[in-house]
Protein backbone atom coordinates (compact mmCIF):
# COMPACT_ATOMS: atom_id res chain seq x y z
CA UNK A 1 0.00 0.00 0.00
CA UNK A 2 1.47 3.53 -1.28
CA UNK A 3 1.72 5.55 2.12
CA UNK A 4 0.15 9.55 1.47
CA UNK A 5 3.32 12.36 1.72
CA UNK A 6 2.23 14.12 4.76
CA UNK A 7 3.67 17.30 3.87
CA UNK A 8 2.28 17.09 0.26
CA UNK A 9 0.23 20.04 -0.07
CA UNK A 10 -3.54 19.97 0.50
CA UNK A 11 -4.45 22.15 -2.89
CA UNK A 12 -8.16 20.98 -3.36
CA UNK A 13 -8.74 21.58 0.42
CA UNK A 14 -6.88 25.11 0.69
CA UNK A 15 -8.47 26.58 -2.94
CA UNK A 16 -12.25 25.74 -2.08
CA UNK A 17 -12.21 26.84 2.22
CA UNK A 18 -10.36 29.90 0.87
CA UNK A 19 -12.76 30.90 -1.48
CA UNK A 20 -14.78 33.83 -0.74
CA UNK A 21 -12.22 34.79 2.40
CA UNK A 22 -11.05 38.27 2.36
CA UNK A 23 -7.87 39.20 0.50
CA UNK A 24 -5.51 42.16 0.53
CA UNK A 25 -3.21 41.62 -2.44
CA UNK A 26 0.40 43.59 -2.49
CA UNK A 27 -0.99 47.25 -3.69
CA UNK A 28 -4.35 46.73 -2.56
CA UNK A 29 -5.59 49.61 -0.91
CA UNK A 30 -8.27 47.53 1.42
CA UNK A 31 -9.02 44.53 1.57
CA UNK A 32 -12.03 42.94 -0.66
CA UNK A 33 -14.13 39.37 -0.46
CA UNK A 34 -14.81 37.91 -3.75
CA UNK A 35 -18.18 36.12 -3.76
CA UNK A 36 -17.88 32.21 -3.91
CA UNK A 37 -18.48 30.91 -7.49
CA UNK A 38 -21.25 33.62 -8.48
CA UNK A 39 -21.42 32.14 -11.67
CA UNK A 40 -19.70 29.67 -14.51
CA UNK A 41 -17.34 32.14 -15.84
CA UNK A 42 -15.86 33.14 -12.21
CA UNK A 43 -16.20 29.55 -10.66
CA UNK A 44 -13.95 28.75 -13.68
CA UNK A 45 -10.91 31.10 -12.67
CA UNK A 46 -11.63 30.90 -8.68
CA UNK A 47 -11.01 26.81 -9.68
CA UNK A 48 -8.69 26.96 -12.52
CA UNK A 49 -5.64 26.09 -10.09
CA UNK A 50 -7.65 22.28 -9.29
CA UNK A 51 -9.53 22.19 -12.01
CA UNK A 52 -9.07 21.24 -15.59
CA UNK A 53 -12.35 22.41 -17.54
CA UNK A 54 -14.37 24.89 -17.86
CA UNK A 55 -17.28 24.94 -15.24
CA UNK A 56 -20.36 24.78 -16.37
CA UNK A 57 -24.06 26.50 -14.73
CA UNK A 58 -24.86 22.92 -13.63
CA UNK A 59 -22.04 22.27 -11.67
CA UNK A 60 -22.54 25.21 -9.61
CA UNK A 61 -24.84 24.13 -7.05
CA UNK A 62 -22.60 21.17 -6.54
CA UNK A 63 -19.79 22.96 -6.02
CA UNK A 64 -21.04 24.97 -3.82
CA UNK A 65 -22.21 22.73 -1.51
CA UNK A 66 -18.08 21.02 -2.04
CA UNK A 67 -16.73 24.48 -0.91
CA UNK A 68 -19.02 24.78 2.14
CA UNK A 69 -17.94 21.31 3.27
CA UNK A 70 -14.51 21.68 2.48
CA UNK A 71 -14.51 24.26 4.87
CA UNK A 72 -16.41 23.01 7.58
CA UNK A 73 -13.66 20.40 7.05
CA UNK A 74 -10.83 22.19 8.06
CA UNK A 75 -12.57 24.56 10.81
CA UNK A 76 -13.08 20.97 12.25
CA UNK A 77 -9.45 20.04 11.88
CA UNK A 78 -8.37 23.30 13.19
CA UNK A 79 -10.76 22.50 16.17
CA UNK A 80 -9.11 19.04 16.70
CA UNK A 81 -12.69 18.06 16.02
CA UNK A 82 -14.27 15.27 13.76
CA UNK A 83 -14.94 15.67 9.66
CA UNK A 84 -18.21 14.85 8.92
CA UNK A 85 -17.58 13.28 5.72
CA UNK A 86 -21.53 12.47 4.66
CA UNK A 87 -21.60 15.69 2.29
CA UNK A 88 -18.26 14.37 0.86
CA UNK A 89 -19.18 11.62 0.45
CA UNK A 90 -22.33 11.86 -1.06
CA UNK A 91 -20.26 14.68 -3.54
CA UNK A 92 -17.79 12.04 -4.88
CA UNK A 93 -20.32 9.04 -4.60
CA UNK A 94 -20.41 9.24 -8.86
CA UNK A 95 -16.52 8.88 -9.00
CA UNK A 96 -15.63 5.78 -10.75
CA UNK A 97 -12.43 3.72 -10.45
CA UNK A 98 -11.41 0.55 -12.75
CA UNK A 99 -7.93 -0.76 -12.27
CA UNK A 100 -5.40 -1.08 -15.44
CA UNK A 101 -1.90 -2.95 -15.55
CA UNK A 102 0.88 -0.24 -16.34
CA UNK A 103 4.38 -0.48 -16.90
CA UNK A 104 7.31 0.94 -14.52
CA UNK A 105 10.57 0.72 -14.62
CA UNK A 106 9.95 -3.17 -16.59
CA UNK A 107 7.79 -4.43 -14.00
CA UNK A 108 3.82 -4.44 -14.04
CA UNK A 109 2.09 -1.64 -11.45
CA UNK A 110 -1.50 -1.41 -10.47
CA UNK A 111 -2.96 1.69 -11.13
CA UNK A 112 -6.68 3.15 -11.06
CA UNK A 113 -8.14 5.19 -13.76
CA UNK A 114 -11.06 7.36 -12.65
CA UNK A 115 -14.23 8.74 -14.13
CA UNK A 116 -15.82 11.49 -12.63
CA UNK A 117 -19.24 12.30 -13.82
CA UNK A 118 -18.70 16.01 -12.37
CA UNK A 119 -16.07 18.63 -11.15
CA UNK A 120 -17.66 18.23 -8.11
CA UNK A 121 -17.47 14.49 -7.61
CA UNK A 122 -13.67 14.59 -8.97
CA UNK A 123 -12.84 17.58 -6.48
CA UNK A 124 -14.51 15.74 -3.85
CA UNK A 125 -12.35 12.45 -4.51
CA UNK A 126 -9.71 14.71 -4.22
CA UNK A 127 -10.60 16.30 -1.39
CA UNK A 128 -11.16 13.17 0.65
CA UNK A 129 -7.88 11.52 -0.34
CA UNK A 130 -6.52 15.03 0.45
CA UNK A 131 -8.21 14.55 3.86
CA UNK A 132 -6.78 10.84 4.56
CA UNK A 133 -2.99 12.01 3.92
CA UNK A 134 -3.55 15.06 5.74
CA UNK A 135 -1.35 15.79 8.85
CA UNK A 136 -3.96 18.16 10.57
CA UNK A 137 -0.76 19.79 12.71
CA UNK A 138 0.20 21.62 9.83
CA UNK A 139 -3.11 22.73 8.62
CA UNK A 140 -3.69 26.49 9.73
CA UNK A 141 -4.40 29.84 9.44
CA UNK A 142 -2.66 32.73 8.69
CA UNK A 143 -0.54 34.53 11.54
CA UNK A 144 -0.80 38.15 10.21
CA UNK A 145 -3.72 38.99 12.18
CA UNK A 146 -5.06 40.87 9.10
CA UNK A 147 -6.01 37.50 7.01
CA UNK A 148 -7.81 34.89 8.01
CA UNK A 149 -6.44 32.38 5.55
CA UNK A 150 -6.10 28.81 6.00
CA UNK A 151 -2.33 27.45 5.05
CA UNK A 152 -0.75 24.36 4.72
CA UNK A 153 2.74 24.03 6.33
CA UNK A 154 5.24 22.19 4.22
CA UNK A 155 8.29 23.27 5.89
CA UNK A 156 10.10 20.54 7.40
CA UNK A 157 10.46 22.66 10.81
CA UNK A 158 7.12 23.18 10.86
CA UNK A 159 7.59 27.06 11.13
CA UNK A 160 6.03 28.53 8.23
CA UNK A 161 3.51 31.55 9.75
CA UNK A 162 2.40 33.02 6.66
CA UNK A 163 0.02 31.58 3.59
CA UNK A 164 2.73 34.06 1.24
CA UNK A 165 5.17 35.65 1.65
CA UNK A 166 3.90 38.29 -0.68
CA UNK A 167 1.94 40.07 1.04
CA UNK A 168 1.54 38.77 4.82
CA UNK A 169 5.22 37.81 5.42
CA UNK A 170 6.43 41.27 3.99
CA UNK A 171 3.77 43.24 6.07
CA UNK A 172 3.49 41.90 9.55
CA UNK A 173 7.67 41.95 9.12
CA UNK A 174 7.37 45.38 8.48
CA UNK A 175 4.40 46.08 11.10
CA UNK A 176 6.86 44.81 13.72
CA UNK A 177 9.70 46.86 12.13
CA UNK A 178 7.83 49.96 12.47
CA UNK A 179 6.57 49.18 15.98
CA UNK A 180 10.01 48.98 17.20
CA UNK A 181 11.31 51.94 15.81
CA UNK A 182 8.35 54.22 17.23
CA UNK A 183 9.41 52.79 21.11
CA UNK A 184 10.98 55.83 22.74
CA UNK A 185 14.58 55.06 23.97
CA UNK A 186 15.88 55.11 27.01
CA UNK A 187 18.43 57.63 27.95
CA UNK A 188 21.22 54.87 28.47
CA UNK A 189 20.68 53.73 24.91
CA UNK A 190 18.60 51.15 25.48
Known amino acids: MLMADS ?16 RRPSGAPVAYAEPILPDATVASVQLAEVVDQPVAVVDLADLRRLQR ?8 ILARESVDGAELNALAADSRARVEVVMTDG ?15 ALARRLIGELDGLDSGRLRRCARPECDLFLYDTTRSRTRRWHAENPCGWRERQRVHRQKA ?3 TRADGT
Open 69 to 76: AAVRAAEA
Open 7 to 22: TACPQVLLCLANLGLP
Open 182 to 184: SRP
Open 107 to 121: APRQHLEWTDTSPAA
